[in-house]
């Protein structure tokens, strides 16, 4: 147990194995306070009616069960975030992390993926209560069991990509149905680089649009991390891949990752290109997590009864659809989330699976090409928001 004060609102503050029973109490509220990590830990109001002998009697109970409850909670360093913003906002702070409870597993991170979600959770594009732990890929170690689980203990190395937010923290509470076991022969880098990604390529190849040999497909941000696994994973099955890129360097890694033609969609019109490159029979679907800025072209680029697979945003939301837009052609358009296709415990582990088989037979080859301590998420954070990054990004606690 650590050190604890006990403290009454007259400020007057003792040790509470030698508080005094002579002391004045002219108020009826008290604290218990952590010495070990500064903290009050519990609050109490106790009836003015009551003896000084009943109070210190009931604070002295109290006292002792607050210790016990601070005795399981533990501090770990994390992320946090206060307030919306910039890379700025990522602060690197002690929170506390308690036992997990029923159906819970607690997991010490090996490795946290970084992934553009963070960006617009940050940004507040996305909410959730404040203040909060961004993340939601990593692979750790599991540290601790709830009560009554099976199917978990204490060692295994498991990974998670998607709910819940809160990765990017030394230590974390995890619901054990959420996560996976990560095969010996997968390095815990490469599965915390490539569950959230790789998942959502397997959803937006094999069942947002199922892609077939013979297919045309287009990647934007085709050297990013979700794009260099679908243009791998296109080109195995078939398709022919067409991917945008910013820079002659992100283009020759695409074309490493299996692009069989790419543009440079910041000094060329990847519309005119993509007409010219099918010989203005347009592609079967296109995969755009840009969103805003390409929009438009990519509903230009679709041949007749195409897919528009918008799945994200790093340039902006989309301006609304007019429906004629899609009429033209009769269009196909969908906005997909991986929450939803791996909303099912069947369904996770089938997505993870299939990803894990094409990292082990060398379908995917993972590029890592990124890497960061915990405590410089900031940097990472900027770094992919500029454009700056290709790959995968990874924190390492
Ligand atoms: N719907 C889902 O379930 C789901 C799941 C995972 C990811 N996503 C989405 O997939 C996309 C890719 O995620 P990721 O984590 O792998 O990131 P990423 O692709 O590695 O990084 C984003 C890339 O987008 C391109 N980009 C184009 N315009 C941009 C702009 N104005 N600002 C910043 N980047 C811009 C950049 O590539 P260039 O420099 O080559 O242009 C940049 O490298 C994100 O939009 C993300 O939200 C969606």
Redesign the pocket.
């Known amino acids: 147990m650590g050190l604890f004060r006990l403290g009454f609102q007259s400020h007057r503050l003792h040790l509470l194995h030698s508080v005094p029973e002579t002391v004045s109490v002219s108020r009826s509220t008290f604290w218990v306070q952590n010495l070990t990590h500064n903290k009050i830990i519990k609050h109490f109001a106790l009836p003015s009616s009551s003896t000084l002998r009943s109070k210190l009697v009931i604070a002295k109970a109290l006292s002792t069960e607050a210790g016990a409850v601070s005795q399981s909670t533990k501090m770990v360093k994390a992320i946090r975030v206060h307030e919306h913003g910039g890379p700025e906002v990522l602060k690197w702070e002690d929170v506390e992390l308690g036992e997990p409870k029923e159906g819970e597993i607690r997991v010490k991170n090996k490795v946290i993926g970084?992934?553009?979600?963070d960006i617009?959770f940050r940004k507040g594009v996305y909410k959730t209560a404040m203040p909060f732990t961004p993340g939601m890929e990593a692979v750790g170690e599991v540290t601790a069991v709830g009560p009554g689980l099976t199917g978990r203990k204490v060692g295994d190395v498991v990974a998670y990509g998607g709910n819940p937010i809160g990765s990017y923290a030394e230590e974390q509470i995890l619901p054990a149905d959420k996560v996976v076991p990560v095969p010996p022969s997968v390095d815990p880098i490469i599965a915390a680089s490539i569950m959230?990604?790789g998942m959502?390529a397997q959803f937006l190849l094999r069942r947002c649009f199922k892609v077939e040999s013979g297919h045309t497909v287009l990647v934007?941000?085709?050297?990013?991390?979700?794009?260099s696994l679908l243009c791998q994973w296109a080109n195995a099955l078939g398709a022919t891949v067409i991917g945008?890129?910013?820079?002659k360097e992100?283009a020759a890694q695409a074309k490493e990752d299996g692009c069989h033609h790419t543009i440079i969609?910041?000094e060329e019109d990847f519309v005119t290109r993509v007409n010219e490159i099918t010989s203005g029979q347009g592609v079967e679907v296109v995969y755009d997590?840009?969103?805003k800025?390409t929009f438009e072209g990519s509903l230009a680029c679709l041949k007749t009864r195409g897919y528009m697979v918008n799945?994200?945003?790093?340039?902006?939301i989309p301006d609304p659809v007019p429906l004629p837009a899609l009429a033209a052609k009769s269009l196909f358009l969908t906005r997909?989330?991986?929450?939803q296709y791996t909303a099912t415990r069947d369904e996770l582990l089938e997505s993870a699976g299939e990803v894990f088989a094409n990292v082990a037979s060398g379908v995917l080859r993972v590029r890592v090409n990124h890497k960061y301590p915990l405590s410089q998420a900031a940097e990472a954070h900027a770094d992919?928001?500029?454009?700056r990054?290709?790959?995968s990004?990874v924190l390492i606690p």
Do not use: C, W
């Open positions: 970084v992934n553009f979600i617009y959230l990604k959502t934007h941000a085709a050297a990013g991390g979700v794009g945008t890129v910013s820079s992100k969609y910041k997590s840009v969103g800025d799945f994200g945003q790093s340039s902006g997909p989330s991986l929450m992919l928001e500029n454009r990054t290709s790959g990004v």
